[in-house]
């Protein structure tokens, strides 16, 4: 047992880029999470998938946001045309399935300038 | 609007004495409650969780209380070490749909020798 893993750990890109995090949850955890936390805040839930399938997306998820999960491991949160607004601690979880505990990776800190 | 509060930004305890770090909610439909540690650079450790049909939950030196009717809850660190100095998020789930957190804001507990 690895825990969960994300990639890169800090980003910083200027304003109107793309860009893109990885997240590799621990191994036979069908369900994977995506949070934001800023600055002074707890982590908010952006979204869940079940193996591949994306079960919910909070409409903090802009059209701006999407997240895949293609073959049910590894999962990707892209950005595109970033704003400043967008700078925030991306946290990724994963769980062996329904009512169990959420395994948090490291986080990945993105910064637009 | 933040559905899960936790009012006190920080928290000073000297080793040996009990911490005690509070949140409260205001969703009546929450009926499972979690307590996360942070430390810096790393990703929410999980620490202790209850049920709604239980007011007290135990492991070790962190005692987690429910108030329902207050719509309050409590974790106990007793005794206080000095590696309990971290953030300590509570987290919420509504029945039915254990795949969303809310979180709170943190306290940041520090645990002087």
């Known amino acids: 047992d690895t825990g969960v893993s994300q990639n890169p750990r800090h980003k910083i890109t200027k304003r109107g880029q793309n860009v893109t995090f990885r997240c590799d949850p621990i191994?036979?955890?069908?369900?994977l999470y995506w949070y934001r936390q800023t600055l002074g805040q707890g982590p908010e839930f952006l979204t869940y998938?079940?193996?591949?399938?994306?079960?919910?997306k909070s409409r903090l998820l802009s059209d701006r946001f999407s997240a895949e999960r293609p073959k049910g491991s590894f999962s990707t949160l892209e950005i595109q045309r970033t704003e400043q607004g967008d700078s925030a601690m991306y946290l990724c979880?994963?769980?062996?399935?329904?009512?169990?505990?959420?395994?948090f990776g490291p986080g990945t800190r993105l910064l637009v300038l | 609007d933040q559905q899960v509060k936790q009012n006190s930004p920080s928290l000073s305890v000297q080793e040996g004495r009990i911490s005690i770090l509070n949140c409260d909610y205001t969703?009546?439909?929450?009926?499972?409650f979690l307590w996360y540690k942070k430390y810096p650079a790393e990703g929410p450790t999980f620490l202790i969780s209850?049920?709604?049909?239980?007011d007290k939950n135990e492991d070790g030196r962190f005692t987690v209380f429910l108030n329902k009717s207050a719509k309050h809850l409590s974790l106990h660190i007793v005794p206080s070490q000095p590696g309990d100095s971290a953030v300590y998020f509570c987290?919420?789930?509504?029945?039915?749909?254990?795949?969303?957190?809310?979180f709170g804001s943190g306290t940041k507990l520090n645990v002087k020798p």
């Open positions: 979880a994963s769980s062996r399935g329904l009512q169990e505990t959420q395994y």
């Open positions: 191994s036979e955890h069908n369900r």
């Open positions: 998938f079940q193996n591949e399938a994306q079960l919910e």
């Open positions: 969703n009546s439909m929450f009926d499972y």
């Open positions: 209850i049920s709604s049909i239980k």
């Open positions: 987290a919420a789930s509504e029945k039915g749909n254990f795949n969303k957190f809310y």
